[in-house]
């Protein structure tokens, strides 16, 4: 909603407040001012000029030689525009004039012929092109015959304002008027908020003799008020309607449409202006659409309409859709004399499904469809009728034609003091509420403590105890409202033991090197068991937005490799990704699926790229695994995980490693299938996903802190010769378990699978430190220990000493 305020001020006084502090206020009221903007501020030296005479340039068949007065002198203004003409009162920048952009008017010569100045049109002044009237899109802006040469224009065309532009949530409806942000404003300021005038003179004829009225839907439509102006003279409207029309927003056409639209924004009520004549019946009959049927809107659309839409007709075929727009076959034209002004209440959910079905939104529905004030459609019907007397000549017949069946009774609600204060945590006494609703103006009564409230048809986003308290509250001031905190014994706040571990690994990943993303949770069938650590049962949704988001993901890699992919195609080559999240398993048992949350990686081209120290390093498999086993050492977790070869679909079934947490499964780190690769136009990648939930919740001891070992260690390195399917894995758990309490370390340090070894064969060597806390070890306890390591391996894993 668009807010001059200069026409506020003919509603309410605004004490003279800068726009800026009127802002404020109204924003600390509860609706946001969203933008302040003052008319023309970088514009200068625009004054008015009546052009004496105008001749064509001899050298140039489109520029006119124009002799302008204005007012102490005359110029000599050398003009393009195809409209200007002698006798016309027109905008002029004058030399030293600046104009939007910065751009300075100075004398010039124009083959051979001098131009002090420049004759504007309205866009040039900085106006918005689709705000100017169509008359005046391709030439100069024509001023009123009385503009004196001379006067300052922002003056002449209203320029010296400024517009608020105000954020309305769905309930303030009422706020779209400006008289309704006059109440708004007076209660803030403790104002008085002031209607416009009504009276004029009607004829003698009656509306009801010229029109007739039939309303056959009248659950649609419960109120409907016709009244007939004839003798209208077609023409532009009053400079100071066009303006205010323009600083709302709202471009202007002739005199009787203008009108409409300008009552629309004073009051909020939607009218409409049908050319009589052409009704050709002298009937209006309200009805539903019969199938089959069509109209031609006045945006010059074929629109066809269903059976459940409401149109106005002649009593033979449709002349406008309820509340959204009009038909051409009945639109005020230059020829218009006589009009039938509709103002009427349409039931909100007809008009926002008529605005639907059509994908047509206007300015009517916008307000239809939140609904309007009941007590304002005759009132609206009223005023209009007064300014089309006073504009366009027109002699308003005597009445209306009406239908009414609608309830305009207002809402009651009844609410205690003392409830309102314990919602709010305040202390407002009942004479302050009291106050703030008398400045609202809504009439109540106060007996007891209980406040029994009639909230005004205007304001129909008053239904409940809940909404009074609003309007306290933010009448009263939000920032009035006590700071204060919970009592009890420990204050709330912080983050879970679960949060902060969550935080944790997004702190490693990303220290890791790598990019957080966030992918759709909503998948296809077709990908969501790809990738999955478990395969559930899929939960669909009813009403899919495509069939590419028709599931819930059941794994997060699937939506990162195509993150990846999308990188990569735009020479992005290098992608390093993780992302935190949940996937959805289905169950039997319930519609609902169980959330679980994992993690995932996706990394592909290099991990290490210094140019200029020439090193370069592509990802592989131990960059994952690498990362993956500093994740666990972050949790606490690397002695209860190990790793096992595994084989899943979509992965490399010889670089798959599947991820164990004290025997559970938990997760994979993989190398990508080349098919896999090829379709995703993916170079060699690398993924993994782990079971975030189980990680975060598993129960880890106690960090213990042991002081540096006074004594020396001992170590002794094997070389073992094992069959080829026997995993490095499985001879370090070995081991570990046999070493017991002496063996302190463990790890591979070379991997033999030379010529010189037996077929099938492949020599793994460990490096193992033996130590204790309190003493030396001797030579004997550690080969006591090492020789039963070496039967273990040799029993369990068929393992040699290698010669």
């Known amino acids: 909603m668009l807010v001059s305020t200069k026409w506020l001020k003919e509603y309410v006084n605004t004490n003279d407040l800068s726009a800026e502090v009127l802002a404020d206020k109204i924003t600390r009221s509860g609706i946001e001012v969203d933008g302040i903007e003052t008319l023309a501020s970088d514009v200068s030296g625009l004054i008015v000029g009546e052009v004496v005479h105008c001749e064509k340039h001899p050298e140039a068949d489109k520029l006119n030689i124009c002799q302008v007065n204005i007012g102490d002198s005359t110029n000599q203004i050398v003009c393009g525009a ?69 006067a300052d224009v922002k003056e002449v065309l209203g320029l010296d304002d400024t517009i608020l532009e105000l954020g309305l949530t769905p309930n303030r409806a009422d706020a779209m008027s400006m008289l309704g942000v006059a109440y708004e404003v007076g209660a803030i300021l403790q104002e008085d908020v002031r209607y416009p005038e009504i009276t004029y003179t009607e004829s003698e004829t009656s509306a009801e003799s010229a029109l007739e009225l039939q309303v056959e839907a009248m659950d649609a439509n419960p109120l409907y008020i016709a009244k007939v102006i004839k003798n209208v003279t077609i023409a532009d409207s009053p400079i100071w309607l066009q303006q205010r029309l323009m600083a709302a927003g709202v471009r202007p056409h002739n005199n009787v449409v203008d009108v409409t639209n300008y009552v629309l924004m004073e009051l909020g009520q939607p009218l409409h202006a049908f050319d009589y004549d052409r009704l050709k019946t002298n009937k209006i009959v309200v009805r539903k659409a019969k199938e089959g049927e069509s109209i031609v809107t006045l945006d010059k659309q074929t629109r066809p309409l269903g059976p459940h839409q409401l149109v106005i007709t002649n009593g033979v075929e449709p ?73 366009a000549g027109g002699e308003v017949l005597s009445g209306s034609v009406v239908f009414d069946q609608l309830d305009k009774s207002e809402k009651e609600v009844v ?9 709010l945590g305040m202390n407002i006494s009942a004479s302050e509420m009291s106050a703030i609703l008398t400045r609202l103006q809504f009439e109540h009564t106060l007996e007891d403590e209980l406040l029994t409230i009639k909230a005004p048809t ?39 033991a679960y949060q902060t571990k969550r935080r944790l690994v997004r702190n490693y990943l990303e220290g890791a090197g790598m990019f957080e993303a966030i992918t759709y949770s909503l998948t296809s069938e077709a990908l969501v068991h790809k990738y999955a650590l478990e395969k559930a049962k899929t939960t669909k949704l009813l009403m899919p937005m495509s069939e590419e988001r028709s599931v819930l993901r059941q794994s997060l890699v699937a939506h990162l490799l195509e993150v990846a992919s999308y990188n990569v195609a735009r020479q992005n080559d290098s992608v390093a990704l993780f992302e935190t999240s949940s996937v959805f398993l289905g169950n039997e048992t319930s519609d609902q699926p169980y959330e679980e949350e994992h993690v995932a990686i996706v990394a592909t081209g290099k991990w290490v790229d210094h140019q200029w120290q020439g090193e370069q390093k592509q990802v592989d498999f131990y960059v994952l695994k690498g990362i ?36 559970i499964t938990v997760g994979y780190i993989a190398a990508l299938h080349p098919k896999e690769q090829k379709s995703l136009d993916l170079k060699e990648t690398y993924v993994a996903e782990l079971n975030l939930e189980k990680l975060l919740l598993f129960p880890v001891k106690e960090l213990v802190y042991k002081q540096v070992a006074k004594f ?20 370090q758990t070995i081991i570990t378990k046999t070493g017991g309490e002496l063996l302190k370390s463990v790890h591979v340090f070379d991997l033999y699978e030379g010529d010189k070894m037996e077929a099938g064969k492949k020599s793994l060597a460990f490096s193992l430190t033996y130590g204790n806390d309190t003493r030396t070890l001797t030579d004997e306890e550690v080969v006591a220990v090492h020789e039963t390591v070496l039967e273990k391996l040799k029993e369990e894993a068929n393992a040699e000493l290698r010669g």
């Open 82 to 150: 195809p409209n200007v003409a002698a006798g016309q009162k027109v905008i002029v920048a004058v030399p030293g004039a600046i104009l939007p952009g910065g751009m300075k008017i100075e004398k010039a010569t124009l083959r051979g012929e001098e131009s002090h100045g420049m004759i504007c049109s309205l866009q040039e002044i900085g106006v918005d092109s689709k705000l100017v009237s169509k008359a005046y899109t391709d030439g100069i802006y024509v001023l009123p015959s009385d503009a004196k040469p001379g």
């Open 319 to 391: 002349v406008a859709v309820a509340g959204v727009m009009g038909g051409a076959n009945s639109e005020v034209h230059a020829g218009t004399t006589t009009i039938v002004l509709e103002s009427a209440y349409f039931a909100p959910s007809s008009v926002r499904q008529t605005s639907k079905d059509h994908n047509l939104r206007s300015d009517a529905s916008s307000r239809f469809e939140k609904g309007v004030d009941p007590n304002r459609v005759a009132l609206a019907a009223e005023r209009a009728a007064k300014l089309i007397a006073d504009i």
């Open 415 to 423: 609410v205690s003091t003392s409830y309102i204060n314990k919602r």
């Open 458 to 496: 205007r304001r129909q986003d008053i239904q409940i105890q809940e909404d009074i308290m609003e309007e306290i509250a933010r009448i009263y001031g939000y920032d009035q409202i006590p700071l204060t905190l919970p009592v009890g014994e420990s204050l709330p706040g912080g983050l879970s």
């Open 628 to 663: 993956v086993e500093g994740l666990m050492v972050k949790l606490g977790l690397s002695t209860y995980v190990t790793y096992e070869k595994g084989t899943m679909d979509g992965l490399h079934p010889g670089r798959t490693a599947i991820v164990k947490l004290a025997e």
């Open 712 to 731: 020396p260690s001992i170590t002794r390195d094997i070389a073992l010769v094992v069959d080829q399917d026997v995993s490095a894995g499985k001879l």
